[in-house]
């Protein structure tokens, strides 16, 4: 029996592998150590794993919950994605909202985070309104850049084809051909979860990622994500994804450190 699953999970992995080079992909030892670690612990899943063009990056799911995931973002208005640091939410929804905006299907990017965070605000931090709130948006700047080039990342930008914002500017507009991802949604408060989903307008998409073992809030304020969760859990075109530990595709530390941490916590 143990023998029977151990060949089944062997296969899987050198299937991934395979399946990996025949899309013209490369095989480094990273990736190798990232299949065996996702591909061999997770049921797998029919079908062709979507390849996303996201400008200089070709992006596939790396565990069957990505792929599930690549797959919701593309067949659903709204996905909500939750999951540990390093699972992919952030990476693969901005990738996607890059393949849809140079593929045309979009005309903007539309990317944001509440710029509240550990305990910090923004009036107490040096420097104007860009200063202040940089860090917050720095990783979607990072994710952008890695994928478009800093020169393209620029220009797009500039033309207004791709806006990264904290959350309280999203108010009163309404989105129309836009990806729109709300990142670390876990530090929206029921308010704002609420002004942010109804931004949604015509020929538009939604992605809104979260950790929900990382809520800075004060305690006495609901995370919006978690209640966005309950209410929402049974209107149609609306997409939940959860991503776990073995999804992380960060270092394998990443991961054995976020499994310690869980370990203690609990």
């Known amino acids: 029996m143990i023998a029977g699953a151990r060949a089944a999970e062997a296969e899987a992995a050198l299937c991934a592998m395979a399946q990996q080079v025949a899309q013209g992909g490369m095989l ?11 591909v061999c612990e997770q049921p797998q899943e029919s079908g062709e794993p979507l390849l996303i063009e996201a400008g200089r990056r ?22 909500i994605a939750i999951g540990p640091a390093g699972s ?7 990738a996607s909202a890059v393949a849809d905006l140079l593929a045309e299907r979009v005309t903007r990017i539309v990317l944001t985070r509440p ?18 709130v940089d860090p917050y948006l720095r990783p979607l700047f990072d994710a952008l850049i890695d994928m478009l080039g800093s020169e393209r990342m620029a220009k797009l930008q500039s033309d207004g084809r791709i806006e990264i914002a904290p959350l309280a500017y999203m108010r009163g507009r309404t989105l129309n051909d836009a990806f ?50 309950q209410v929402l859990d049974k209107v149609d ?11 992380v595709v960060r ?16």
């Open 115 to 132: 710029a509240i965070e550990a305990g910090e605000r923004l009036g107490f931090l040096p420097g104007d309104m860009q200063q202040k």
């Open 58 to 79: 070709q992006v596939r799911g790396k565990s069957p919950n990505q792929c599930r995931y690549l797959r919701k973002m593309r067949s659903h208005t709204l996905t």
């Open 251 to 266: 270092h394998r530390l990443v991961a054995d450190i976020v499994a310690a941490y869980d370990r203690h916590d609990d």
């Open 28 to 38: 480094p030892p990273a990736d190798v150590e990232q299949i065996m670690h996702t």
């Open 180 to 229: 729109i991802i709300l990142d670390e949604a876990q530090n929206t408060t029921r308010t704002q979860m609420k002004m942010f989903l109804t931004r949604l307008g015509f020929g538009s998409k939604m992605v809104v990622t979260g950790d929900i073992s990382q809520i800075d809030l004060p305690k006495q304020e609901q995370s919006g994500l978690l209640h966005a969760i």
């Open 237 to 247: 075109d609306v997409a939940l994804c959860r991503m776990q530990k073995r999804d």
């Open 88 to 94: 992919g939410k952030t990476w693969l929804a901005v």
